[in-house]
């Protein structure tokens, strides 16, 4: 274990001499690209990000979140996210990934944490993103999937739930919302006949429920009317919003204040940054030539 931690001590756990952490990892990389300067970017080994993802891989194709630690979908999406963005993906840091996640899918459509769990809208999330990026999504049952999702708005709030039968929640924003403009990239591959005006939820009634529901007067976004606000609920809740509001067509509700820069529905990193981060990354792997380098 001391040999584990030493070699990829550059990847990020929750805090200072903690484990690496997939999740921290995911964050802390979407953090210093979101920052959109590139002496930020350089801060990342992309050589030891790269080991511990290699690491993190099982034989079946999941990926444990830390050393020792539980093994579910956000895994894959975290590694295909990082890998993607920093230019160190491979075929066998993949291997089986797609059939395993394909395994997730549920007979309600959705996707649960790992094969035989409920649907859940984060995990679906994870588990369509990380299928897009590994461009393996002929592999599991579209329609079913967009009947589950298309259920999850609610129809008097306007918001959407994590799970059937679930109350709403101000962070399924993005986690539910984001799905379809997954969706319908994966739709207008297959040449489909759908309206590329706007996505196929309601977007009004989503912004309605974030900027009249889950606003903290004092600041910060919230889970829903009564709960106290967090910067997780926050972040997902805007990302949501920007989301409703960037179909083909600019959806805003209210005033033309209300608008929030673009994000991007995969990396739900600010738009204009991903295009300059895979830029670099790509350069950075032409410079390097993509090696891995022992720093004993």
């Known amino acids: 274990k001391q040999w584990y931690q030493r070699r990829v001590a550059i990847t990020a756990g929750g805090n200072v001499n903690q484990l690496p952490h997939l999740a921290t990892t995911y964050a802390a990389v979407s953090a210093v690209f979101s920052l959109d300067h590139e002496e930020c970017y350089e801060l990342i080994n992309r050589e030891n990000l790269k080991r511990f993802l290699l690491a993190m891989h099982n034989n079946d194709g999941s990926f444990t979140m830390h050393l020792d630690g539980e093994v579910d979908v956000r895994g ?28 997730c899918q549920t007979y309600e459509g959705g996707f649960g944490s790992r094969p035989g769990t409920e649907a859940h809208g984060g995990y679906t999330y994870c588990a369509l993103a990380a299928l897009i990026l590994l461009g393996e999504t002929r592999c599991i049952n579209l329609p079913l999937l967009l009947d589950w999702a298309c259920h999850r708005q609610m129809r008097f709030e306007g918001g959407f739930q994590g799970r059937t039968n679930k109350l709403v929640d101000g962070c399924y924003s993005f986690w539910q919302g984001g799905i379809f403009p997954l969706i319908h990239h994966i739709l207008e591959g297959e040449k489909s006949t759908l309206d590329r005006s706007s996505w196929l939820f309601h977007q009004q009634a989503l912004q309605e429920f974030i900027l009249y529901c889950c606003q903290c007067p004092s600041g910060g976004l919230v889970d829903k009317p009564g709960k106290s606000r967090d910067f997780y609920h926050s972040c997902y809740c805007l990302s949501g919003l920007s989301l409703a509001q960037h179909s083909r067509e600019k959806v805003v509700v209210g005033d033309a204040a209300n608008l929030i820069k673009p994000t991007h529905p995969v990396f739900n990193v600010v738009l204009e940054n991903v295009e300059k981060v895979l830029v670099w990354s790509a350069s950075q792997s032409k410079t390097n030539g993509n090696k891995i380098v022992e720093n004993d």
């Open 76 to 103: 894959a999406y975290c590694a295909a996210v990082v890998s993607t963005l920093c230019s160190i993906k491979s075929d066998e840091m993949f291997h089986n990934t797609a059939q395993w996640i394909a395994q």
